[in-house]
DNA sequence: CTGTTAGCGCCTTCAA
DNA sequence: TTGAAGGCGCTAACAG
């Protein structure tokens, strides 16, 4: 940075007519300690705030070599705004922590990956949040072996690297207890199913699912295998609208098939939640904008990014599955007009 | 980071027999420089190697005070896939150039913005990007005065700071041509307004959409001021409807708004782009999901994110306004069914 | 061409 | 209570 040479504790000592040693002592907090005399304490104080005296990182790094500061190495940052939101949140749980975070996007490069692995190393980062989009098994690069790492929205597939991660099993769960609890009962379809193996989500809420239908004694009339997105949703449920009775609810495995789903079902004369209730999960913004706005099991992105921090800086928690929590929408309130409990911000 | 002491520059020098003052030259590639014998030079490159030695960055950002990181503060990091583009933008190029990012997430809070600035000016960065959600002209943090600074999104009220913004008046001749290419004619509603006057987008737009039309001989048929959000959009160009006689096309402000237009539309029984065609603001991720895909004048904020890294590390460029490329979708196909030239990836 | 050496700013042991 | 001094790892004068 351009600035001037900026004023050392050197500086601070000489103006208050003290050792460095003193001035240290103080400014660390720990004149107690060492039982410096109130009114030194105070002159230095003043003389620090007077030159506006901050410490040189670079200098406390080097002797103590840490540095307050946290590597966060992501596939996309870009992508969404789910990566975003746990950055969000990991930053903020940092700040809170004295840290900063110093990112690197590897767009799924493993030799750019690789590098920035030894960038942070290089510039010691206390810990480093290896996270992905889409929660999946992954091999860590090497470089991280040995170190102080969190994985985020991802488990190793060799290791025993300590893994945070969104309780899916639970949130599959959630999404029929929503449309239960909003009194609807009858034929529920899925709608995404399991297409890509290496992503864990999709099998992990069907399991959910399925789970809590039965005990609450629904049935799943089926699912719609297609890819997770609008226009494959879309036409999933088309083609299921012309061929079947309608279903009276409709689990979507991520938001952007509910936003599908919207548009076959209203294509076909059927309103959100009159006819059909819509669960979903995600959580996004989309959730808020569709009208009506969606129930949605939310992906708890911030709340990852802050316990990897956490969990980088304390150890690892009891818990390493967050809960998905519910994002009240109309898309489920019941038929008799009941309003959701909750709205999103 | 919880590494066992890290091999040294020393240590590389001891095992090749050299003095350390050769090795440093060596690998800082100014071997040629000093003349080294190439001999020496593979000696200790070799040593290097298979010490796996990496330079301590501490050590050397405390000796040249410069420490290859670049400064990102920004009020939302989290809101849309906005911010977190642009800082895609900035990683990549950053890391291009050998530098790494720190990102601070200030949530509009000025206590915590300063807080930011200083613990960046701590950590030595080369420069800093001050970047906002919306366009809009603000103050910036004292810390700032004096410093390598670029304003991304944003202008400062009082200084000369450089500042990078979307060419938001091109942007709106642009939503206008985009029309105009299509074949469309006839009335033109725009959608949104100016809403806001702290966000510069609104007038700039409207401005660049006013010129390019009147060049073009079409005239706004009239404005709907609205809230810039779907709900809004929707019940706007509702009511626009129900009064007058439908628009031929529909300028939509954002994304949002055109959404929310849409809704309305289809449910006058209007079709897109048949009926009416619809050409927006954002090029976000929700322009690519709609049906039919939303034409949309693009905000650059991964080349805004770029350009800033550049400009801080190279100097300013000419231009500092960069251009809002269109994303083309099928909201403003001609009716005979012009395929669109481009798709989004 | 290569080695010796003096800091960069800070923390901390040891003596006073 | 305070001061002097060493050293974290690296770079760059300045000798040889």
Redesign the interface.
């Known amino acids: 940075?351009?600035?001037r040479r900026r004023t050392t504790l050197a500086d601070v000592a000489a103006r208050a007519g003290v050792s460095v040693t003193s001035a240290s002592y103080i400014l660390n907090s720990r004149s107690e300690e060492m039982r410096i005399s109130a009114e030194t304490t105070e002159r230095v104080r003043l003389a620090a705030r007077e030159l506006s005296y901050?410490?040189?990182?670079?200098?406390r790094?080097?002797r103590s070599?840490s540095?307050a500061?946290i590597g966060v190495i992501s596939d996309?940052?870009?992508?969404?705004?789910f990566?975003?939101?746990m950055?969000?949140?990991a930053?903020?749980a940092a700040?809170v922590a004295g840290h900063?975070?110093?990112?690197?996007?590897t767009?799924g490069d493993r030799e750019?990956e690789a590098?920035?692995v030894?960038?942070?190393?290089?510039?010691?980062?206390?810990?480093i949040i290896y996270a992905t989009l889409v929660a999946s098994a992954v091999t860590v690069p090497a470089g991280l072996r040995?170190?102080?790492v969190v994985l985020l929205n991802c488990v190793d597939l060799d290791g025993q690297l300590p893994a945070l991660m969104p309780d899916e099993y639970e949130g599959g769960r959630t999404a029929v207890s929503a449309l239960f609890d909003a009194g609807h009962r009858g034929r529920v379809w899925a709608v995404g199913g399991e297409t890509d193996l290496s992503a864990l989500a999709g099998g992990l809420r069907m399991q959910g699912i399925l789970a809590r239908l039965q005990e609450v004694g629904g049935l799943l009339a089926g699912v719609l295998d297609c890819e997770w997105?609008?226009?494959p949703a879309?036409e999933a449920v088309r083609d299921l609208l012309s061929d079947q009775e309608p279903p009276e609810s409709l689990i979507c495995l991520n938001d952007?098939i509910a936003?599908g789903a919207y548009?076959a079902l209203?294509e076909h004369g059927l309103r959100v939640p009159e006819d059909v209730t819509v669960v979903s999960f995600d959580g996004s913004?989309?959730a808020g904008?569709?009208?009506p706005s969606l129930t949605s099991v939310r992906i708890p992105f911030?709340e990852l990014g802050a316990a990897a921090v956490t969990t980088l800086l304390d150890g690892p928690p009891d818990r390493r599955l967050l809960p998905m929590p519910l994002l009240r929408g109309h898309s489920t309130a019941s038929v008799a007009g009941r309003p959701p409990t909750g709205r999103r911000p």
């Open positions: 940075m351009r600035g901050r410490p040189n990182r670079s200098a790094n080097l070599s540095t500061t996309h940052v870009a992508s969404g705004s990566a975003s939101r950055i969000s949140g930053a903020t700040r900063l975070l110093v990112v690197g996007e767009e750019t590098l920035l030894e960038e942070m190393l290089d510039r010691q980062v206390e810990g040995g170190q102080n997105a609008v226009v879309y952007r936003m548009d209203r913004d989309l904008w569709l009208r911030a």
